[in-house]
């Protein structure tokens, strides 16, 4: 039996209704994360850029990142972080540290 999409994660992801900046190349857009894991996030707007695009992101309390766009999705796009496998483990440890602080 193939696993599901949860257990090939690398990483949990973590239902987030952060704030965002995203500059889709000519411009800063407001958005919201709609979930983030340490290899991922999916942003809530109405953009749609290419997929395969580099994009620059600044996540409230989180710091800077890029990332590829993998799909669009009814709400949003979807993205996949440019880190190193270190700094992506960061960030699922502070967001699972978010979590029980609450």
Request: charged share 30%.
């Amino acid at each position: 039996m193939e696993p599901n999409s949860a257990e090939r994660r690398l990483f949990p992801r973590y239902l987030r209704g952060l704030k965002a900046l995203i500059n889709l190349g000519d411009s800063w857009e407001t958005t919201e994360c709609k979930d983030i894991s340490g290899c991922g996030i999916r942003f809530i707007t109405d953009q749609r850029p290419e997929l395969k695009q580099t994009i620059e992101i600044h996540i409230d309390n989180l710091g800077r990142f890029e990332g590829i766009v993998l799909r669009h999705v009814e709400d949003g796009f979807a993205v996949q972080l440019k880190a190193s496998e270190f700094i992506m483990q960061q960030l699922a440890e502070q967001l699972a540290c978010e979590l029980v602080e609450g």
